[in-house]
């Protein structure tokens, strides 16, 4: 069956550094484009950045932009993010996602890991 397992989440203070990971199995992994969102408490849920199946494109949300780098290893079938100078409202669950479309949509989430940046 299809698993995505996010690693990397925890405890950092302000301006500290993380890098999530994302780990597929039981998809052709570059087959799929990869979205990180977040979903912090009493909030909806938002989407972070996107990496293109065969990683040449990205985007961010103005949030994060020039913070974080979203990036995939397709022979290891992970996708990363790289979050530096992290603020405490980028406290939230993250979640990876992964979306392709083949005469369906075809759309798998990971079970988050908790990210908090506090003092």
């Known amino acids: 069956q299809v698993q995505l397992v996010e690693s990397g989440g925890g405890l950092v203070q302000p301006g500290g550094s993380l890098r999530l990971s994302c780990a597929a199995s039981?998809?052709?992994?570059?087959?799929?484009?990869i979205r990180w969102y977040r979903q912090a408490p009493r909030k909806e849920r938002e989407l972070v950045a996107t990496v293109g199946s065969a990683g040449g494109s990205t985007n961010y949300a103005d949030s994060v932009k020039g913070r974080f780098t979203i990036s995939r290893d397709n022979a290891k079938n992970t996708a990363y993010l790289q979050m530096n100078s992290l603020k405490p409202e980028d406290t939230a669950v993250y979640y990876c996602n992964a979306q392709r479309f083949s005469l369906k949509w075809y759309d798998y989430w990971g079970q988050g890991t908790q990210v908090t940046v506090s003092s």
């Open positions: 039981g998809i052709t992994f570059s087959y799929y484009a």
